[in-house]
């Protein structure tokens, strides 16, 4: 079964609009954590923002945002404020933390083209 | 230095070479990761090292052979490589194995593998 799952594999965004890409998972393990990286076309991996399972709050880094609802096991994406820059594949991924593994699973991505 | 360097960027090889890749990093990271990733794919885990041993091999086929010499080292030997074995293999690191900290991972900006 899918554990991470993005719906959308390609959004448009007007420039200066905000955009939110969607990520849902599932796991039966108290401790996880929730991360968005950002892929440009050059192929690294860049890392945008985290969410731990036993935050309380939602969490923010500049213009990223996590709309984390942990009842309905979902960590969404928003960006504000899209700029060109924006544009690459964003992945949705979970960390399952048990005794001895610790591994990151990622989901299909989203390709976002922000529009001039 | 919060880098993660993946030597060479490009590689070109034919089924019968013998060829290395190389990842490093000095920020005191004690996990690092091989992963491969095909085009428009999510990427995948290949291997996990942890304090320099060997903690998951993803069943990978045996023409793929992880090394970890030293803490900042992480090399993967490549023999009689397939050309569906052409991908981008990212390399990885975080600071360390268990935990609910923000364990993000740093990520190298890849080498792409071209098997002909």
């Known amino acids: 079964a899918q554990k991470i799952t993005q719906t959308q594999p390609g959004m448009f965004v007007q420039e200066k609009e905000a955009v939110t890409l969607d990520c849902t998972y599932d796991t039966s393990d108290p401790s996880y954590g929730l991360f968005w990286y950002k892929q440009p076309s050059s192929g690294e991996m860049i890392f945008l923002i985290y969410?731990?399972?036993?935050?309380?709050q939602n969490a923010t880094e500049g213009r990223y945002s996590l709309n984390f609802q942990k009842a309905r096991k979902s960590a969404n994406l928003v960006i504000s404020a899209s700029q060109l820059g924006d544009s690459a594949m964003y992945f949705c991924?979970?960390?399952?933390?048990?005794?001895?593994?610790?591994?990151?699973?990622f989901g299909t991505g989203t390709r976002l083209k922000v529009l001039a | 230095d919060t880098e993660v360097t993946q030597t060479p960027k490009h590689l070109v090889m034919g089924m019968t070479n013998k060829k290395s890749l190389k990842c490093e990093q000095h920020m005191g990271h004690r996990a690092m990761y091989w992963y491969k990733q095909k085009a428009k794919k999510p990427p995948e885990l290949m291997f996990v090292y942890s304090y320099e041993k060997l903690s998951i091999n993803e069943s990978v086929p045996s023409r793929f052979s992880p090394e970890c010499p030293n803490s900042s080292l992480l090399n993967l030997h490549l023999h009689a490589l397939q050309p569906e074995d052409s991908a981008l293999y990212l390399c990885?690191?975080?600071?360390?194995?268990?935990?609910?900290?923000?364990?993000?991972?740093?990520f190298g900006s890849g080498t792409r593998l071209t098997v002909v």
């Open positions: 991924a979970m960390r399952e933390g048990s005794s001895g593994t610790y591994k990151y699973i």
């Open positions: 969410q731990g399972s036993y935050d309380q």
């Open positions: 990885a690191s975080s600071q360390g194995f268990k935990g609910r900290s923000n364990n993000g991972y740093t």
